[in-house]
């Protein structure tokens, strides 16, 4: 790995693990897993943002915009109402302040977190996350999790023993508490689903309910406890990092203002315990402003189904309400495909190549080499071979392709696994996150510029395949590299916001890189040697017969080989 790349090959594969499977490029998880459909009204009528709430038909009140927003405008930016928790799995490695990862922080070097030194179940960066941690929630909830201790409550019940305790001890307005009791719960609805797809069974709530009441300090006169589980499965957020790894919990009333659209012109972001929502492209006064609850690249059919096993209703959103149903703004599945295609041998190849996907993810199979998992995503990729009219960017498909760069990562197959994140970045991102500024879109950019930087790297230390990719293409790295950074740097105050951790962390490392490109490591002395955009051409063909020309040389997919 050259010196001006600080993340590991294992930290590369992590973060494209974390945005196939958090930022609806993958195969089974949405752009963001929000709150579901309700009925709420916002604890003052309006703020500082320039929104107010009014009725939006049949989802309730809703928020809408009170003046005009640009796209990558901040719409909202909330912390003081936001109650965040992380995941289980995620308490000895993540601050349970600013959910910077353990070795992910802006200085420089390997960051050890410390452990609280009280219940011995949370971890802080530093010094000062731990201050500020203490004066918001956790001296309430220490002695708590100290007697559980080696037990951890479920994020669930945490979250909600979280927010009773801030407003029973005075750190919680409480126009918030009223505002998160006037939340749709749907117990009738809990109660009747039979289900194992559902958030929780009407079982599991009564048991979380009854441990928010022994360590919440809610009594029987705070109201229907099992109501306000049901609120917080219906209406919590999943916390993510600023790139989309899944962390734990997180729950606005505010935020729950917002309804769900399967063409949603807000999304949402965090930067450590900051919730904010911006614009995706220009919003008009008196709109109303939507996110997405689900994974929004998939067919009509499926996600209608995902809300109403989720979220209990039936989407009538434009996009659903289509003649025929549209998937971001195109008819789905597309004439060309239906016409070559019949509906039941369409569902077939779908359904078996979701299957060889699942397969793929099995806990026997991920426990063994990184290349066991080539072999169901190879014969599921085959199953597409034949159809040419088959759109690169419809799931499964787009989904299939992540997870296979994944597995390529995972066995260091560097050009296939370029190759394939090439075919995103031309022919799959541009039609799942039409806007520039998207943060999704943004963080695969990212993303495949590390890639790149390690292909580059791999080149000079004498790998066989990425040299056979340079005689063939004549891609010149230095200028993608510095395409790619000028790309992310004019997105990311658009997409995370200019403050944020990921920008600063975008912009320190770009500077870096700038250094290295013109001290020409990758033999690149500035954009007027060769033109980014010739590079650019170059990459597209590659996108287009570089797969072609990989299985010609007689190293496939499935070569477990470097």
């Not at 919440?216 to 209406?235: H, P, S």
């Not at 911006?278 to 919003?283: E, N, Q, T, V």
Request: proline letters at 6%.
């Amino acid at each position: 790995m050259p010196s001006n790349n600080p993340e590991s090959i294992d930290s590369l594969a992590k973060s494209i693990t974390a945005l196939a499977a958090d930022c609806g490029f993958g195969a089974t998880a949405g752009v963001f897993n929000p709150d579901g459909t309700r009925n709420v009204v916002n604890t003052s009528g309006a703020n500082n943002y320039h929104t107010y709430t009014a009725p939006a038909g049949a989802a309730g009140e809703g928020l809408f915009a009170s003046k005009a927003f640009e796209a990558g405008e901040l719409v909202l930016k909330l912390e003081e109402d936001v109650t965040s928790v992380l995941d289980s799995p995620k308490l000895g490695d993540v601050c349970e302040w600013c959910f910077e990862e353990q070795g992910d922080g802006e200085a420089e070097g390997v960051r050890k977190l410390r452990k609280c030194g009280g219940c011995a179940v949370v971890r802080f960066c530093d010094e000062e996350c731990q201050k500020s941690s203490w004066r918001h929630h956790h001296k309430y909830e220490c002695k708590t999790f100290k007697k559980l201790y080696p037990n951890v409550l479920p994020n669930t019940v945490r979250l909600l023993v979280r927010l009773s305790l801030r407003g029973l001890n005075g750190l919680l307005h409480p126009s918030i508490w009223s505002a998160f009791m006037r939340l749709q719960h749907h117990l009738d609805d809990f109660k009747s689903q039979k289900s194992s797809d559902s958030q929780g069974t009407w079982e599991d709530i009564q048991l979380m309910a009854r441990a928010a009441k022994e360590y919440g300090g809610i009594g029987d006169e705070w109201g229907n406890v099992d109501a306000m589980v049901g609120r917080v499965l219906i209406n919590a957020l999943t916390l993510v990092t600023p790139t989309f790894t899944s962390l734990g919990l997180s729950l606005s009333p505010t935020a729950a203002l917002l309804n769900h659209s399967c063409n949603p012109n807000t999304c949402i972001s965090f930067s450590g315990p900051i919730l904010s929502v911006r614009a995706l492209r220009p919003i008009a006064e008196d709109t109303e402003l939507t996110i997405s609850y689900i994974d929004i690249t998939n067919p009509a059919p499926i996600r209608r189904a995902d809300l109403l096993a989720r979220y209990f209703f039936t989407c009538t959103c434009p996009s659903c309400a289509a003649k025929p149903p549209r998937t971001l703004n195109r008819i789905d599945p597309p004439p060309a495909l239906t016409s070559a295609l019949p509906p039941s041998q369409l569902e077939a190849l779908e359904s078996r190549a979701r299957s060889l996907i699942q397969d793929s993810l099995a806990p026997a199979l991920l426990a063994r080499e990184p290349a066991a998992r080539l072999a169901p995503l190879q014969e599921a990729l085959s199953l597409f071979a034949p159809h040419a009219t088959y759109p690169p960017y419809r799931q499964p498909l787009a989904g299939l392709r992540a997870e296979l760069v994944l597995a390529l990562l995972a066995t260091q197959q560097w050009v296939p696994a370029l190759i394939h994140s090439l075919v995103a970045y031309f022919h799959i991102d541009p039609f799942l996150f039409p806007e520039s500024i998207h943060p999704v879109r943004v963080v695969h950019k990212w993303v495949l510029l590390k890639l790149v930087l390690q292909v580059a790297a791999a080149g000079q230390e004498g790998d066989a395949a990425v040299r056979a990719f340079d005689a063939r293409w004549g891609v010149e790295w230095g200028a993608v590299v510095f395409g790619l950074l000028l790309e992310v740097e004019g997105s990311v105050g658009g997409s995370h916001g200019l403050e944020s951790g990921f920008a600063r962390k975008v912009m320190r490392e770009g500077e870096g890189l700038r250094g290295d490109l013109r001290g020409g490591p990758y033999g690149f002395q500035g954009p007027g040697r060769r033109d980014v955009e010739r590079e650019w051409g170059l990459l597209r063909k590659a996108a287009d017969g570089g797969l072609s020309w990989w299985e010609e040389r007689g190293k496939g997919v499935a070569d477990s080989e470097s």
